[in-house]
């Protein structure tokens, strides 16, 4: 069995179309891994496989691929940059011991990319950085270095330098050693050559630079430094290693995916710079001690990330952080159950590989455990670890759901709930008061994607909209009035009186149902029928047919007959005391206002504040946090149900946001009307 200590774990993570997959499909190649460079445009990666990703030409999800240098094994997990999948980006932070962030040299430092560095920071991942696509028009090392430098702080040190720029781009220089190597084309490696003039100044000032952050972590090596003695290749690898583990130092390397320029030199980093797996502490856990992972001790692995094959039913992705996991090997699992791994297996792209055993740090899989959930903890019998579960964006983007045939509908209730099992950031709801069920997840893209999934892993086809704006209304005074209801049609009859008082409450107290009948006027066990009355004909809705809120109903007094009063009587008394008191009540309609958080680079600050004006929108506040601004706002619901797609025009898809209800608030009057027309014109 493979040691840990010669396993590395690595997830390429950024915004979208930084070249994540291109440069995935470039390190399995140059590995020796696959035997051809796939393309994206082509769609004939290793790592984007689905049908969607395919049609698409981007990452729709977390793939996993891995291959060995010198001696190791690489497990490489390739994430979606659109944050519209973030979910998976996140996932994949959870199984990885270093972050490699994939930055254009282009587009330069973007907000996936500075949001997905949170993350991996709170994870306690450490985290690289690799500078993509310099060998495109109008791309800069030094732009996007300085970009880095803003956004991320003084621990991003550059360790390799680039010779030439855009369409001249023929190498790299590595900083430590000052060595260059420039790349013929289509090969794989690069050949060392004399150092360029045209990079000397820059390499020289990023080695001196380099050297005095190492020499800082060690006074025999700084006294040494002062001496005029450097710390030898050894020190300097070993000290940036440290650094990269305790999140110290964040190393910025050079590549040109396409030509494979410095493909082979990060493969080289990886294992010499990147932490395996036993410097790697536990994620943070809910019970259990924390304990140093051991390929010896007992076995915690957590399950990250599962997917539904249409032909081996579920398959459950899983990071080991402790022990050693083999096939047929039992487990509980935390929370409760045991789980049996018949068929222990490792992905490469969509392909599995049977193995008979993983090491600690190992990432595998097991396909048919049907009692397997992400987030959990898989352990030894006796031990009491459960790790915590991840942390995923809350749902932005809302459709209402239903199946196009009616002999769909149970088909459609399995295949979302196994679409909500599989993908955390996908929400479905159940709205009782319009009978819609809802779809939510982080975006336009993102559901769409979700139901062409369904329709083809489950054979649903469905249509979808916009769903109804759960509108609420309300009393703006108080007012009193008598419910009667009589009824005789020959024989016993039905008889019931009851006075009421209505009053406006405080916004969101809801419904208050007050007794203050004395002298049995009404008869006790007929007093909850009025309140059942009263609260049947508050949620039917007296303006547009939308439930009325934030009222209190004080039944004070009444009449009854000994013979014909019953509860139906009752209940009925209790609607005909709303129907008479409404108009005197002064009704208003309100609507949900959602709290809004949207992110986005400095430079579209203006325009987002200008939108959520035209939206009716009160911006609260504003927050800064390196080169991102985020706008804190009251929004109407109504104004911001397609926003994800607005705000992907506004910004050139830089800006991403956070939704959450707040309150209800009226809703101004020419806005009213047009609801209250349409609704009236929906029930004619």
């Known amino acids: 069995?493979?040691?840990?200590?010669?396993?590395?774990?690595?997830?390429l993570v950024g915004h979208?179309?930084?070249g994540k997959t291109t440069l995935a499909e470039a390190l399995l190649f140059v590995g020796g891994a696959t035997n051809r460079r796939?393309?994206?445009?082509?769609?004939?990666?290793?790592l984007d496989f689905e049908p969607e990703e395919v049609d698409r030409g981007i990452s729709l999800g977390l793939g996993v691929a891995t291959f060995n240098w010198n001696e190791h094994r690489i497990n490489l997990i390739d994430t979606p940059g659109s944050s519209d999948f973030s979910g998976d980006a996140r996932a994949a932070l959870r199984a990885v011991d270093l972050a490699l962030f994939v930055v254009s040299g282009v587009?330069?430092?973007e907000v996936q990319t500075e949001q997905l560095w949170k993350v991996a920071e709170e994870e306690g991942i450490p985290r690289a950085v690799v500078v993509t696509k310099l060998d495109r028009d109008r791309s800069s090392f030094e732009r996007t270095l300085d970009q880095l430098r803003d956004s991320f702080g003084k621990a991003i040190a550059p360790i390799q330098v680039p010779i030439g720029s855009e369409e001249g781009l023929r190498g790299l220089v590595r900083v430590?050693?000052?060595?260059?190597?420039e790349y013929a084309e289509e090969e794989k490696e690069g050949k060392e050559v004399d150092l360029p003039s045209e990079v000397e100044e820059l390499v020289h000032a990023a080695h001196t630079a380099l050297v005095e952050t190492v020499v800082e972590t060690d006074d025999e090596m700084m006294e040494a430094y002062f001496e005029g003695k450097e710390p030898s290749r050894e020190q300097i690898v070993t000290t940036i290693h440290k650094g990269i583990v305790a999140g110290d130092i964040q190393p910025v390397l050079v590549a040109s995916a396409e030509r494979l320029i410095g493909i082979d030199l990060l493969a080289e980093f990886i294992v010499d710079y990147g932490p395996n797996p036993l410097e790697r502490i536990l994620p943070t856990l809910t019970s259990g001690d924390p304990t140093p992972p051991s390929p010896d001790g007992p076995t915690a692995a957590f399950v990250f990330k599962s997917v539904s094959d249409p032909f081996v039913g579920r398959i459950s992705l899983f990071r080991i952080y402790s022990g050693t996991v083999k096939a047929d090997q039992e487990l509980d699992v935390a929370g409760g159950g045991k789980v049996r791994l018949h068929n222990l297996f490792k992905l490469q792209g969509k392909e599995h590989n049977d193995v008979p055993d993983l090491p600690t740090g190992g990432i595998g899989a097991v396909a048919k455990v049907d009692n397997l959930r992400v987030g959990d903890t898989l352990r030894s019998s006796g031990s009491n670890i459960?790790?915590?579960p991840i942390s995923y964006p809350r749902p932005v983007a809302e459709v209402a759901i239903t199946p196009r045939s009616h002999h769909d509908e149970e088909k459609l209730s399995t295949a979302l709930h196994r679409i909500e099992e599989e993908d955390p950031t996908i929400r479905v709801e159940r709205r009782s008061d319009t009978g819609e069920t809802i779809l939510a997840g982080l975006g336009d893209t993102h559901l769409d994607v979700t139901v062409a999934r369904i329709h083809r892993k489950f054979g649903v086809e469905v249509d979808t909209a916009l769903p109804i704006i759960p509108y609420r209304e309300t009393i703006t005074t108080s007012a009193q009035a008598e419910g009667k209801h009589k009824k005789q049609s020959g024989g016993r009859g039905q008889f019931g009186v009851a006075l009421v008082k209505f009053a406006p409450l405080p916004r969101g107290s809801g419904y208050e149902y007050i007794d203050s009948i004395k002298g049995g006027s009404i008869p006790r066990q007929f007093i909850p029928a009025v309140d059942k009355g009263i609260q049947e004909a508050l949620n039917r809705g007296v303006l547009a047919g939308y439930p009325v809120i934030d009222i209190s109903a004080e039944v004070y007094d009444g009449k009854y007959h000994a013979v014909d009063s019953d509860e139906m009587s009752f209940r009925m008394a209790g609607i005909q005391a709303v129907r008479a008191a409404i108009q005197d009540l002064k009704p208003i309609l309100l609507e949900p206002v959602m709290k809004v958080t949207v992110t986005v680079?400095?430079?579209h600050l203006g325009d987002v504040m200008g939108d959520i004006n035209s939206k009716r929108g009160k911006v609260l506040g504003m927050e800064g946090d390196g080169t991102l601004r985020s706008v804190i706002a009251e929004v109407p619901m109504a104004e911001i149900q397609q926003y994800a797609a607005e705000l992907r025009s506004l910004t050139s898809g830089r800006g991403s946001f956070d939704v959450e209800f707040d309150h209800y608030a009226e809703v101004p009057h020419n806005e009213a009307q047009q609801v209250i027309a349409a609704s009236r014109d929906a029930e004619d």
């Open 601 to 603: 680079p400095e430079d």
């Open 386 to 388: 459960t790790i915590a």
């Open 107 to 109: 587009d330069g430092v």
């Open 38 to 46: 796939g393309t994206v445009e082509q769609g004939t990666t290793v």
């Open 1 to 11: 069995m493979l040691l840990p200590e010669k396993v590395r774990n690595v997830a």
């Open 16 to 18: 979208g179309g930084s």
């Open 176 to 181: 430590a050693s000052e060595r260059a190597y």
